[in-house]
Structures are given as C-alpha cells and as structure tokens.
C-alpha cells in the first residue's frame, strides 16, 4: 500500500512538473504589425489669430466721456475723417480763460512799452511782460493743440473693421475704440517657440485648422519673422500669407502645422511600437529587440531608416515586460 501511494505521489509531481515547464515554456501571445509606408512630415505646431495686413487701432489719449459717434463700421474712411467726439467742453473753458489772460498781457505789453520810450518805467519791467506774455502765448497753443485729441480721426483710408463704445460712455485710456484696415489680403499671427523657430522659414507650408471649418484643408504660408523674440514668452512672431481665396475672417482663431520637410515612401512605424529607437520584431517563434536608425518623429507614426525590413513583423504596442528571445505566438493586431 505504502510503495502504491509512493507511486501515485510521484506520478502527481511529475504531472505539476511537466505542467509548470509547459506553462513556463509556453508562446505568450503578442499583438503584431506590418510597417507601412506612406509620407512623413517633420512638424511645428504652433496657434494664431487671423489680421489683416494693413490695419490700425483707434485709442484716445484722454479718458473723457464720448459725445460724438459715426455710424460707419464696415464702410469705408478716408484718412482724416472724423470718427468720433470726445466731451472738450472743460478744455474749451480752459482755453477761454488762457485767451482772456493773453489779450490782457498783450494789452499790459503794449502799455509799458510806450512807458519804456517814455522813460517813466524801467527796461526790466518790460521784459518781465513780455516774458508773461510769450508763457501764455505758449499756454494757448498746447491747449488748442490738445483739444484735437478730442477728436478720434481715421488714421488711413480703409475699411471700419470693427467699432466699439457708446455715446455716453467714458473712453479710458488705451481703449481701443476703432480698428481701421483693409479686409484683404490676410494673415495670421502666431507666436513659434524659440527651440522651433530655427527650423521655421520664409516660403514654407503650413496647415490650418479652425473650428469654424472643421471640413476644410487650410493652407498658408510662411510670410515673415519677426528678428527679436519675446524673453519673457520665449516665442518669435510669425506671419503666415493667407491666399486671397480664404474662407477664414478677421478675428478667428487657427492651429497652425509648420511642414518643415517632407519625406516620401518612407518605412513608417506606429509611435507605440517603439522604446526611443527600440522595436521588437518576430523572428521564427522568437522575439528579438531591433536597434532602429530613425527619422520624422510624428505624434502617431515615426520614420524608420535602418534596422527593419518591409515584411517584418513587429510587436505593437512594444512588449517593455518580454525579454529578448522569448518565445512569442503573433496574433495580427485589428486594423483600424
């Protein structure tokens, strides 16, 4: 009985031990692709605003309440039409005072200089008049001079853009209270990274996308540079031309794609079946980690210029818990 029971122990432990190899020794299923070839872009990204190319701000100079508004926005000005009042009636009282002052120092001047030839007033008194008289002169003229910045002018001939304040309302400083430009040509203005502008130039292709026209390829190109960059933002100003065609408005917002070159029938992998520049292909029933020679970097695929064949098989997304050598069974990944 005893050697009997011996005897089923050790047939149970060789049955364990010949599950556990199996199990130890098993293919582990793995999900594979075949790389693609297709084009690969190297890309900057970076976001705008659409302008025009010729435009100007209207802004008062003093906070004063307007009293005066065209009723222009979308029609065309000359350069110098009136665009809007701002209230100079205490400036105008102002004024008035200085000019009754003035014609009262150029009485009293008149008056001692006939006293001067008379000899019965000194020559000091004199000057002292005609020293009050050239200040107030000067006085009136600032003042005639600053009531013109009571009046908002259009600073070039062109199109009312936009038009904002009411009549009533006090118009601070800096506000901008007319946009004065032509409606075409456009383009748009983006801020580019510092480490990516030295790969931006003049004449490059760019991609737009904007929410308003979620269906349509929008083009640009590269226009200008601006040659000092921001410290604080780190960024450098760039331009892109818009063609004269462009759905796009003043005002709208765009996700702006800088192709800075192109690479044609190239080997493209997906960018989840890489580590760095790692790829695991099958070979046999066996992985082996491949040390690939890459290109264009993309958010989805990267481009692979050594290391891997067009027909290879390749684990995707890469196995990082598989060593080199395992034992694999490929299962072709679902293509989307």
Request: glycine share 8%; proline share 6%.
């Amino acid at each position: 009985m005893r050697l009997a029971r011996y005897a089923i122990g050790t047939v149970i432990v060789a049955i364990i031990g010949a599950a556990g190899s199996w199990y130890m020794l098993r293919p582990v299923p793995v999900s594979v692709i075949v790389p693609k070839r297709g084009d690969a872009a190297e890309i900057i990204y970076a976001d705008g605003v659409v302008e025009p190319r010729t435009w100007a701000k209207v802004t008062p100079t003093i906070a004063e309440r307007i009293v005066e508004q065209c009723n222009c926005e979308g029609k065309r000005v000359a350069k110098g039409d009136v665009l809007a009042r701002l209230d100079d009636s205490e400036a105008r009282a102002a004024l008035g005072e200085l000019q009754a002052r003035l014609t009262l120092a150029k009485e009293e001047y008149r008056r001692k200089l006939v006293l001067s030839e008379r000899s019965t007033i000194s020559e000091q008194e004199v000057d002292r008049a005609r020293s009050e008289l050239g200040q107030l002169e000067a006085l009136v003229a600032g003042r005639q001079a600053r009531l013109a910045t009571y009046v908002l002018r259009a600073p070039s001939a062109g199109q009312v853009l936009r038009q904002d304040g009411e009549i009533g309302e006090v118009a601070n400083l800096g506000t901008v209270l007319f946009w004065v430009g032509e409606p075409r040509p456009l383009i748009v203005t983006a801020d580019v990274n510092e480490e990516d502008i030295p790969r931006v130039e003049v004449g490059q292709r760019a991609l737009l996308r904007s929410d308003a026209f979620p269906d349509r390829q929008l083009e640009a190109t590269v226009d200008s540079i601006t040659p000092k960059g921001d410290p604080v933002t780190k960024t450098y100003r760039v331009r892109f031309r818009l063609p004269d065609d462009t759905p796009l408005r003043i005002g709208m917002s765009t996700d702006i794609n800088i192709i800075v070159r192109v690479s044609q029938d190239v080997l493209i992998l997906p960018t989840v079946a890489l580590d760095g520049t790692k790829a695991a292909a099958i070979e046999g029933n066996r992985l082996r980690v491949r040390a690939l020679k890459t290109g264009i970097r993309g958010a989805d695929g990267v481009e692979v210029l050594s290391g891997l064949e067009d027909d290879a098989r390749v684990v995707s997304p890469f196995p990082t818990g598989l060593a080199d050598g395992t034992r694999v069974k490929p299962m072709l990944a679902p293509t989307k």
